[in-house]
């Protein structure tokens, strides 16, 4: 009895949701929206050589001091 209702659902065809525009319409506009994003990201790739780097001074009463600098900042 199981087996016959699943071949039932199976027969049976279900009409899609129709759509407001064809199927490409939605693949072009996702791509340009990313196509924006992505320029949007490159456009701020420059933004770390706009000034030159300023060297960080040792500070002693720093909560968390920076021991990457290898005996340098002293």
Known sequence: MLLQQIAVSVAEH???????????????????ILLVLMFITLSYSNLGNRHSPVDEHSDPHRQHPNKHDHGQGH
């Open 14 to 32: 279900e009409e899609r949701a129709p759509l407001w525009a064809e199927p490409w319409v939605f693949g072009v506009s996702i791509f340009s």
